[in-house]
């Protein structure tokens, strides 16, 4: 693996590593990489290695379907660890004491806690499939081993290409940071100059969307911004929080408050559509229709609404879904505080490389001149970052 960034005790030493501020802006690519493989996944002939190479294919032209359209100046790879969403397990015990219970064993023991929760609640649903139909649970549970095992070689594949492609990557195998918060750290901590775009099939990052901030979506291929959300989800792009913090995330198996759905929102808080609104409005709103007792129907709704504000349970839910306030590793954090404006040394960097894992791999859509024509857009970045190496005013790493 290529070296990554200058140390960041380099930096103190030159203003143009220290985030000096252009007035020109500086246009900043971040892939959401396990999201992107995911949907790039197809089945395909492997190679002798195993790698099903129509899916490196699929990944890369993503990835370059957005440098045609921008000159990006950087691009970042975020992706889940080993561990990843450890950091939120770890949420569980403070959900525990907001109903007036200890769990101090339960404290200290915490990983290995929620680690064996749910390997028997997956071992449950197993033996149930198991006893339904004997013979399509082994074809399940063959097929689910096979796929991940060529999502991890295709990743490995691509985390070696993208060394050597000058492509920023970041993963905490260690504290189990998602790639989410990792994402939402380099957001939140741009420079005001710099404009991000962000690919990925996952709908929590929009929360991340803002004047400077758009996200693409692959499979849609459609960009999202201030100028056009409200209009493609039908919601103020300041309310997708709010939103998630009342009906929970299916996705991430985050529940929301019982018995509260869209046709309940839609009748009694229709504003959440329509208006910026915060939780302190909803909380309001829901104490004057339990004064006015007028719907009957919906007053369990109405006071888990109240039980859930009061016992802390939506602040704990805004704890894990909000990625404002991202949830990271310290070691994570201090790696990409020197990644995200350190140059790359480009020393162990060469585009020749690049070539010889693609005849290796034999991925031959891009061998021979194909190769050259299929890499023209990756090279603009890349002489983008040899010429902030160059400017920093180092030719070695020290």
Not at 168 to 195: C, F, M, W, Y
Not at 211 to 225: I, M, N, T
Request: aromatic share 10%.
């Amino acid at each position: 693996m290529a070296t990554q960034p200058i140390k960041k005790t380099i930096i103190a030493d030159n203003p143009y590593l220290a985030g000096v501020q252009h007035e020109e802006p500086e246009y900043i690519l971040i892939i959401d990489g396990n999201s992107l493989l995911k949907g790039s996944m197809v089945k395909c002939p492997k190679n002798t290695n195993g790698v099903r190479v129509g899916t490196i294919m699929n990944f890369l032209w993503k990835i370059k379907i957005l440098l045609h359209k921008r000159t990006f100046s950087k691009i970042f790879c975020a992706w889940d660890g080993q561990n990843s969403g450890l950091l939120r397990y770890e949420l569980y015990p403070e959900y525990k004491k907001s109903r007036k219970k200890q769990y101090s064993e339960y404290d200290r023991q915490i990983n290995a806690f929620v680690y064996s929760i749910l390997d028997r609640e997956k071992k449950k649903r197993e033996a149930l499939a198991r006893q339904k139909d004997p013979e399509k649970y082994l074809e399940n549970q063959q097929k689910r081993e096979d796929e991940n095992e060529d999502f991890e070689k295709c990743k490995l594949l691509l985390q070696e290409l993208f060394e050597y492609l000058f492509i920023r990557q970041v993963q905490d195998d260690a504290a189990g940071t998602e790639s989410d918060d990792i994402i939402a750290h380099i957001v939140l901590n741009k420079h005001p100059n710099q404009k991000v775009y962000i690919i990925t099939g996952d709908s929590d990052l929009h929360q991340l969307i803002d004047k400077d901030v758009a996200v693409y979506d692959p499979k849609k291929k459609e960009f999202y911004h201030t100028g056009n959300y409200q209009e493609k989800f039908g919601i103020p792009l300041e309310n997708i929080l709010l939103n998630k913090l009342l009906r929970g995330d299916s996705s991430d198996n985050i529940s929301g408050v019982k018995g509260l759905g869209e046709v309940t929102i839609k009748k009694h808080y229709p504003e959440l559509y329509s208006n910026i609104i915060t939780i302190d409005d909803i909380i309001s709103k829901t104490k004057l229709l339990v004064e006015s007792g007028g719907d009957k129907k919906s007053s369990k709704v109405f006071k888990n609404i109240l039980d859930e504000f009061n016992d802390g349970t939506i602040d704990l839910r805004d704890k894990i879904i909000n990625l404002k306030r991202p949830i990271l590793g310290k070691e994570i954090k201090s790696e990409l505080d020197e990644l995200v404006d350190s140059p790359l040394d480009p020393s162990d960097r060469d585009f020749e490389t690049v070539y010889r894992i693609i005849c290796r791999e034999e991925l031959v859509d891009l061998q021979g001149n194909k190769f050259s024509s299929f890499f023209i857009p990756f090279k603009r970045v890349i002489e983008r970052e040899k010429l902030f190496y160059k400017k920093s005013g180092f030719t070695e790493i020290e």
